[in-house]
Structures are given as structure tokens and as C-alpha cells.
């Protein structure tokens, strides 16, 4: 059903708020200067993508639908030794499930090792790049600080014919890793550290997942990524602040190698959002150290966990939409992404009811073999949208442990000795006496119910403030309960120096219920699907879900439980 009401990806994203990008690509549509923009996303494959990428892949993508233009797919693969082949299909999945599609267009940098290595002879030709033979230590310390100049390399003047003699035969595998590297000739003294004569490419006897043993030497990603660009015919390249200080490097090898097309590279401030943290190599520890189950586990931000989760890409699409695109740098709250969930699940998911901590409450004065069943729609607000289901309704129920207290407080309106409410679609009920078990503690609740009030209204008009879902106890479904909450107890993960991000964990962001009870009318409902818990939130059934077994992740809230969380001292620092 949610493919009938999903919107499709063009709708989703079009039409749009306005933003510096798009006002560029507008100026150079009608100036003339591109007839069609051509886009990429470029992810390195040594990591799953997460919600940061998603992004990046919603406005490259976004943007290239809008404008009916093309985006590529590229992946950024100048790392043998990181990048690995499941990366590259989980991504390809991952963006996929998005919603976008690159149709042909998926490419490898490593496409373009051969054209890449003739563009650094071309350098070299020009005496625009030389081979140098100091270590990566003098390297570094030669490079100077924001305050001071860089020095020139003792090999900075090396012959042309030199130079191109090294170049090949560090190609040809003659040197060790680390023992040579190509750098751009440009100056030592530049104010920006990144023009200060960068590695072009550096010597690594690995073995590549796409070229397999032809190459030794490998292209940097500042080499690697403009030429690339340029090769596909890119009209704007966009990434992410951090790159700001390489775009004049960007240009200049463009220049320099003396290419035709020159791609504009504009960039945008990353996604930073609240409680979660963007970074592949930290995720990845986390994979590694166990303290998540996989890559998809439903807490990671990994398009792949989100998935898992029950997110849906429509409401990913959603948020990346509402947060828009500038230069600023700032962190997002994460309710705003649960908000983006809740606005897209609610028209598209039925409503159906479960218990997931339960308490026993026998209906003393109900026939004890009886079973009625009482009608109840799908969508309460728009009964006809997927019609109903019968909730069989028996003299043995299960309420949630928190809607019963036996000493309440002012202002619980719920169930509580002496007082009544309405179980949902059934009766009013009124609670005589509780069972405890030797600890005290409350195991069972008896109680009356009032045939007047079938469909739970009360004839003679009497207010009944609490009403509650509830599930017959002989006539529903166990199930698995997975709830998730914030993978990390803080707002910014792993940005202060003195704490590492490991110990900023959330112990509590899983809880799994064993005890749960779903309606009877659930019985065969297969893996990826979502419903509304009633009064509890959105649910789906997870992957590990099959005939014998449900299990549900719960996806969100109903309403932004964290805030109040915090306030209770139990999260945030
Ligand atoms: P990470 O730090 O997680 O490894 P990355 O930038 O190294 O990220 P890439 O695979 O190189 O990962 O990223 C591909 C594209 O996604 C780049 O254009 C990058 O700018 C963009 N991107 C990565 N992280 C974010 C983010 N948090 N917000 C927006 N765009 C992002
Ligand atoms: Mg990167």
C-alpha cells in the first residue's frame, strides 16, 4: 500500500525552497554556458553511507532531476588496500533505495588511471611537477604552518627528463612504497598550505579491486577528483565545506593539464545532526569492536540501519529537503529527522494494537468462554482507505504495565483501583482488586465491565477520561519488540578532545521486549512492513521476522520523547 501514497522522487523533491546552488546553476542556463548540468556523487567505497551522504546524494541527484540533467555515480576509488567491493554494491543499493538513478552513468575513478597518468607527464612535461625523494616526515615538516612558509624540496629543480625518467619508473614498480612521490609544482611560500606543492601521486604495491596489480603508483584525491570532473563532462562539482581550501588546487590542475572541460566546484556545509556521528572511520570501529550489530544495525546512521530500522527514504528525501543547502555550519536537531519520519508514516501506515509490557486484567463478570469481536478500521480518520479488521474481545486482556497504578497521582487518567476507563473499540471497564506476587508487586488486575457500553461509550453520558489500547490474552499474537533509541547520550559525538566517543554511548539505546502481544489480525505479517502501534508508535517488522517469529523494530515515537528524557538527567551531557 505505501507505494500507492508514496510520493515519487521528482514530486518529493521539486518544488524547492531556493538556494545559492540552484540560483548558480539558474545564471548559467540562461547565460548559456551549459545547455544541461551534469552532476556526481563521488563516495570512496571504504564504508557504508550514512544519513550525512544522503545529503550530498539529495542535491546532486536533486538537483540533476530538477534541472533535466544528468548525475553520475562515482566511485572514489584511488585507495586500494580501504575500499572493498561490498562497499561498492552497498552503495549502489543505498542510493538506489533512495530513490535516484544513475542510469548508465556509474564510474570508477580507477576508469581513468591510464588518461590520469598522462596528464602527470604532461605536467612534468611542462615543468609543473617533479619527483621528490624526501620522506613523508620532511614532506611534511618542509610544508611550513599557517604562520610560516614552506621550503623548497632539495629535489624541487630536478630535470624534465629526470623527472619523467623517475615518474616511469616508479610506475614500472622499480622503487619501494614511500621511497618517492610526484608533486605538483606550485609555491612554497602560498598563503593557502594546500597549494604548497601537494602530492600528486604516491608509490603503493597493492593490489586494486578494480586494475588488480597494473598499477603501482596511485593518483591523490586532488589530482584524481578535478580530471575526473573534467573527463565525464561534470558542469558542477559540489561537496562539502572541508574541500573550500582545495578548489584553488582544483583549479589549477585543471589549468595546468590544459583540459577543455572545466568543471566549477561549489560547496556546501556538511549534515551535522544531533546525537550522531558522520564519520566512516568511526562507524566502522564501531562495526569492528562489536558495539553495534553490523553495519545496518538499526541504530547506526547508515542508510543501510535506517533501512533496517523502518525508516523510509521518502521521509529521508523529507528532511534532507526541510534543512535545505547553504554555507552554514551548524548542528540539526535529531527530532527534526524523527518529525520528517512521523509526517510521512502517518498518512501511509494503518493503525493496529499491541501491548508491549503487559498486565493481566480479568474481566471477573465477562462469560468466561465468550469472544466478541468488534469492528476496527485500519485508519481511524479514513475508514475507507484500507477498511478494518475484527479485535476479538475475551475476559482475559492485557493493558500495559504503565497505564495501571495502584496508588496514582493527581491527573493519571488511566486505569487505577476503583476507577474506570475505556478500553478502546470494546468496553468500560472498572478495576475491583489487584494480585500481587511475593515482591508486591502488581501481577494482575480484576476487574468489571460494563455491557451498557458496548464500542466503549457510556450511555448515560458519563466521562470517561483514560481510554487504552489493550489485546485479548487468548486470542493474540507474542512477539518480539526492539526498541531503539539514540545511538549516542550526547548532542555532538566524538567533538571534544577530552573524551573518547566510545564512552559517549547510549546504554540504553536498546531494549528488547520479549513479552509483547500484537492483535490476532497480525498473524502472517511478512518481514518490512509498517504499522502505528496505537498510543505507542511507529512500528516494522524487521528482516529477522518470518511465519513463526514476529519481530518489530519500533521506527519512532508517536510524539519527541527525548526532550523529556534529558530533562530527566538520564541523557546528554
Ligand atoms: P566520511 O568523513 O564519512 O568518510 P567522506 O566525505 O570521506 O565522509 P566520501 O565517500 O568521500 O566520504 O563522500 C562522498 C560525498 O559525500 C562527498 O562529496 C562528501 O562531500 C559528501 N558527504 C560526506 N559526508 C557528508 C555530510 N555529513 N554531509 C553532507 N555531505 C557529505
Ligand atoms: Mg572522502
Excluded at 606550485?186 to 604495491?205: F, S
Excluded at 570501529?285 to 562489536?290: A, M, S, T
Excluded at 453520558?461 to 531503539?484: D, N, Q
Aim: proline share 7%; charged share 30%; net charge negative.
Amino acid at each position: 500500500m505505501s507505494s500507492q501514497t508514496n510520493p515519487s522522487p521528482a514530486e518529493s523533491t521539486s518544488p524547492h525552497a531556493t538556494n545559492f546552488i540552484r540560483n548558480i546553476i539558474e545564471e548559467d542556463l540562461q547565460s548559456g554556458k551549459h545547455k544541461t548540468i551534469v552532476t556526481r556523487f563521488p563516495p570512496e567505497p571504504n564504508g557504508y553511507l550514512h544519513v550525512g551522504h544522503a545529503k550530498a546524494i539529495c542535491l546532486d541527484f536533486g538537483l540533476a532531476e530538477d534541472y533535466h540533467g544528468t548525475c553520475h555515480l562515482r566511485m572514489d576509488d584511488t585507495n586500494p588496500g580501504k575500499e572493498e567491493p561490498e562497499y561498492i554494491e552497498a552503495i549502489k543499493k543505498d542510493v538506489r533505495w533512495l530513490g535516484f538513478d544513475w542510469g548508465e552513468k556509474v564510474y570508477c575513478a580507477s576508469d581513468y588511471f591510464d588518461q590520469l597518468y598522462e596528464f602527470a607527464e604532461r605536467l612534468i612535461q611542462k615543468g609543473k611537477a617533479y619527483v621528490d625523494d624526501s620522506t613523508p616526515e620532511e614532506i611534511r615538516a618542509g610544508r611550513g604552518t599557517l604562520t610560516e612558509p614552506g621550503v623548497n624540496s632539495p629535489y624541487r629543480e630536478r630535470s624534465i627528463e629526470e623527472n619523467l625518467d623517475l615518474f616511469r619508473r616508479m610506475r614500472a614498480g622499480e622503487f619501494p612504497d614511500g621511497a618517492k612521490v610526484l608533486r605538483a609544482k606550485i609555491d612554497m611560500a602560498h598563503p593557502n598550505i594546500v597549494m604548497r606543492d601537494p602530492t600528486l601521486y604516491r608509490i603503493r604495491h597493492q593490489t586494486h579491486p578494480h586494475t588488480g596489480d597494473k598499477w603501482c603508483i596511485y593518483p591523490m584525491y586532488d589530482f584524481t577528483h578535478c580530471l575526473s570532473d573534467s573527463i565525464e563532462g561534470i558542469t558542477h562539482s559540489l561537496c562539502t565545506l572541508e574541500f573550500e581550501n582545495n578548489r584553488p588546487l582544483y583549479d589549477w590542475v585543471l589549468e595546468e593539464v590544459g583540459v577543455e572541460c572545466r568543471p566549477r566546484q561549489i560547496e556546501f556545509s556538511r549534515l551535522n545532526l544531533e546525537s550522531v556521528i558522520v564519520s566512516k572511520r568511526k562507524l566502522l570501529q564501531l562495526v569492528k569492536e562489536g558495539r553495534v550489530n553490523g553495519w545496518d544495525d538499526p541504530r547506526m546512521p547508515t542508510l543501510a540501519g535506517m533501512r533496517r530500522r523502518g525508516y523510509t527514504p521518502e521521509s529521508i528525501r523529507l528532511f534532507c529537503e526541510r534543512i535545505g543547502i547553504s554555507k552554514a555550519e551548524n548542528w540539526i536537531s535529531y527530532s527534526l529527522f524523527e518529525q520528517a519520519v512521523r509526517d510521512d508514516l502517518n498518512p501511509k501506515v494503518p493503525r493496529v494494537m499491541a501491548v508491549l509490557r503487559p498486565l493481566k486484567v480479568v474481566i471477573d463478570n465477562y462469560p468466561q468462554d465468550q469472544v466478541e469481536e468488534f469492528e476496527a478500521p485500519y485508519f481511524p480518520d479514513d475508514p475507507p482507505k484500507m477498511g478494518s479488521r475484527l479485535l476479538p474481545f475475551t475476559r482475559e486482556i492485557y493493558i500495559e504495565q504503565e497505564d495501571f497504578m495502584e496508588d496514582p497521582p493527581p491527573k493519571f487518567f488511566r486505569l487505577a483501583p476503583g476507577r474506570e476507563v475505556r478500553l478502546r473499540r470494546a468496553y468500560i471497564i472498572k478495576c475491583q482488586s489487584v494480585v500481587k506476587d511475593e515482591t508486591g508487586r502488581v501481577i494482575e488486575v480484576h476487574c468489571t465491565y460494563d455491557p451498557e457500553t458496548k464500542g466503549g461509550n457510556a450511555p448515560d453520558g458519563r466521562k470517561i477520561k483514560g481510554t487504552l489500547h489493550w489485546v485479548s490474552a487468548t486470542h493474540s499474537l507474542p512477539c518480539e519488540v526492539r526498541l531503539y533509541d539514540r545511538l549516542f547520550a550526547v548532542d555532538h559525538p566524538a567533538t571534544r578532545e577530552d573524551v573518547n566517543f566510545l564512552d559517549e554511548l547510549n546504554p540504553n539505546s536498546l531494549e528488547i521486549l520479549k513479552e509483547a502481544r500484537v492483535e490476532k489480525s497480525m498473524a502472517g505479517t511478512p518481514a518490512q512492513r509498517w504499522f502505528q502501534f496505537e498510543r505507542s508508535g511507529y512500528f516494522y517488522t524487521d528482516p529477522d521476522t518470518d511465519a513463526q517469529h514476529l519481530v518489530f523494530n519500533r521506527v519512532v515515537t508517536l510524539k519527541d520523547t527525548w526532550a523529556k528524557i534529558v530533562q530527566a538527567g538520564k541523557g546528554r551531557a
